[in-house]
């Protein structure tokens, strides 16, 4: 039986600085990843690759509604 805490069972962990695209890089936050997921999109439909251009503009449409959820509210209410 496999003891979790046995010092022959390593967890294999990826270092927290490196990013999706190399050991330098970093995306820290939500508008930040949107911004880099819209480049990498429009590079794609750029190339004429359609199919992967969708998917970063996906992956950036999921990016830009994360960051507009976790953005104050530009709604203020004066009463």
């Given at each position: 039986?496999?003891?979790?805490?046995?010092?022959?069972?390593?967890?294999?962990?990826?270092?927290?600085?490196?990013?999706?695209?190399?050991?330098?890089?970093?995306?820290?936050?939500?508008?930040?990843?949107?911004?880099?997921?819209?480049?990498?999109?429009?590079?794609?439909?750029?190339?004429?690759?359609?199919v992967e251009a969708e998917n970063y503009y996906q992956h950036a449409e999921h990016y830009f509604r994360s960051a507009a959820a976790s953005a104050p509210s530009?709604?203020?209410?004066?009463?």
């Amino acid at each position: 039986m496999n003891n979790p805490q046995s010092p022959n069972i390593r967890l294999k962990r990826r270092p927290a600085n490196i990013g999706s695209q190399g050991s330098s890089h970093t995306v820290r936050n939500a508008k930040q990843r949107y911004e880099h997921y819209l480049a990498l999109a429009r590079e794609k439909a750029l190339s004429g690759d359609r199919v992967e251009a969708e998917n970063y503009y996906q992956h950036a449409e999921h990016y830009f509604r994360s960051a507009a959820a976790s953005a104050p509210s530009a709604q203020k209410t004066d009463q």
